[in-house]
C-alpha cells in the first residue's frame, strides 16, 4: 500500500476524488435548480420560498467550494464545466418550475440524492482513514437529514 503526503493510501484517494467528483457534479445541478426555483417562484408562499431557495443556494455554493478545495487537497482535478456536471449528475435539471409546491417536492428528491452519495462517501473515507472527507460529509449529512425533516413538514 503506497501512501500519499495526505496518509491515505493513493488507490483510495483514487476513488475517494472520483466520488467526490460526482458528489460535486450533482451539487452543481441542485445549485442551479436552486436558483430558477428562486427566480420562477409565484404563488401565495412567493415571498417565504423566495428567501428559502436564496438560502438553500448560498448554502450549496460553499458546499461546492468545499468539495472542490477538497478534491484539490487529495492532489486531484475538481470538475468544472457544466457540459460535465450534466453527463455526471443523477440529479436532473429542472426547467420552469413555478410551483412551490412542486419546486419543495424536487428540493426533497435532489437532497436525497446527495445524501445517498455523501453516506457512500463516509463509509469510503471512513474505511480510507481519509478523516477530512469523513468530517465533510458528516457535517452535509447532518445538515440535511435536518433539511429533510423540514422539507417532509413542509410537503405533509
Do not use: C
Not at 488507490?11 to 472520483?18: F, L, R
Not at 436552486?34 to 450549496?60: M, P, Q, S, T, V
Request: proline share 1%.
Amino acid at each position: 500500500m503506497k501512501t500519499g503526503s495526505l496518509g491515505i493510501d493513493e488507490v483510495m484517494v483514487v476513488e475517494i476524488s472520483e466520488k467526490l467528483n460526482d458528489l460535486l457534479a450533482n451539487f452543481q445541478v441542485y445549485y442551479q435548480n436552486l436558483r430558477g426555483f428562486h427566480w420562477n417562484i409565484k404563488g401565495r408562499d412567493f415571498f417565504e420560498l423566495h428567501i428559502k431557495f436564496e438560502e438553500l443556494y448560498n448554502l450549496a455554493a460553499v458546499s461546492i467550494d468545499e468539495i472542490a478545495e477538497r478534491i484539490l487537497t487529495l492532489d486531484h482535478i475538481p470538475m468544472h464545466t457544466y457540459s460535465n456536471y450534466i453527463k455526471v449528475s443523477d440529479i436532473e435539471e429542472a426547467t420552469n418550475v413555478t410551483n412551490g409546491r412542486e419546486a419543495m417536492g424536487m428540493v426533497k428528491a435532489n437532497i436525497e440524492v446527495l445524501l445517498k452519495k455523501e453516506k457512500s462517501l463516509l463509509k469510503l473515507a471512513e474505511s480510507s482513514d481519509d478523516q477530512g472527507t469523513a468530517d465533510l460529509m458528516t457535517q452535509y449529512i447532518t445538515a440535511q437529514e435536518k433539511l429533510m425533516w423540514m422539507l417532509r413538514s413542509y410537503l405533509a
